[in-house]
């Protein structure tokens, strides 16, 4: 038998492997929070069933579910990437896991961008699950993937920043209720669930610049109209994203 060869071999691995394995407990985390799953998955698919079958709200033209499936899209978005998020950083900053896992060899890049995959990766189950419950209920999409796949991207970029920005800089509870309180207040005013042509001109125009707004709207109109590129739309998510990263990066505290 050769010298060495029970020799250990002590250094930190491959830093794709490291965001890999992060991502992994992240994701898994996550998905075991049942506040998380209440949340990304239940409320979600229920609002998705109740409004497009019982006629609560007035969705205007056209069926129900053609008009909720891409504000409940939206709405999952924002659930994972922006409140789920914050509210998870925000404790784990609070107990001291974003101190210990920035003094660990994973770099602090890399710890953020393993989070932003496991936000990914949730993302794709939610949307799966949602277009998988609209298509039962008779959903009929329109227009091009890859418009959808940049609204979703620019999306998840704006309330991750947005998260990332809150759960930074506020004490734990803080983040707790403030993103709750954000997420029900932009569930009624962002276009989700009631349309913005129902809310006054001035108050209309004012919601339809939030990431919610840009985001349900913009894959209302390529999903159920067959709109092409929207590029207004874009426009809005891109500036959010933007801005809510870049003050993030600045202002984010690990301790």
């Known amino acids: 038998m050769s ?19 992060q991502a992994a407990f992240e994701t898994k985390m996550l998905l075991r929070n049942g506040e998380q799953l209440l949340l990304t998955v239940i409320i979600p698919s229920l609002l998705l069933v109740l409004f497009s079958t019982v006629d609560i709200v007035d969705t205007g033209e056209g069926r129900a579910v053609d008009f ?7 709405l999952a978005v924002m659930s994972t990437a922006f409140t789920g998020q914050a509210i998870a950083t925000g404790f784990e900053r609070r107990y001291g896991v974003l ?8 770099p602090r890049w890399a710890l953020m961008a393993a989070k932003t995959l496991s936000v ?19 959903w009929s999409p329109h227009g091009d993937p890859v418009s959808v796949l ?10 991750s920043g947005l998260g990332l920005l809150m759960a930074g800089t506020l004490k734990a509870e803080v983040t707790l209720a403030a993103a ?27 919601l339809g610049l939030l990431p919610i707004s840009a985001l349900s709207d913009g894959l209302r109109d390529v999903l159920q109209h067959g709109a092409g590129m ?13 801005l809510g990263l870049g003050a993030a990066a600045r202002t984010f505290r690990w301790e």
Do not use: C, H
Not at 183 to 197: A, M
């Open 150 to 159: 940049l609204l979703l991207v620019l999306g998840t970029a704006a309330f």
């Open 230 to 242: 929207p590029w207004g739309n874009l426009g809005i998510l891109a500036l959010w994203a933007v």
């Open 99 to 106: 101190k210990r896992l920035g003094a660990s060899p994973v």
């Open 68 to 74: 909720l499936t891409p504000g409940v899209l939206a």
């Open 180 to 206: 709750n309180l954000v997420f029900l207040l932009l569930l009624v005013g962002g276009g989700v669930i009631v349309p913005l042509d129902k809310f006054p001109g001035g108050v209309a125009s004012a």
């Open 3 to 21: 010298a060495g060869t029970y020799t250990p071999k002590p250094g930190a691995a491959p830093l794709t492997r490291m965001i890999a394995a």
């Open 120 to 138: 990914l990766v949730t993302e794709v189950l939610q949307i799966a699950l949602l277009t998988a419950i609209a298509f039962a209920l008779g």
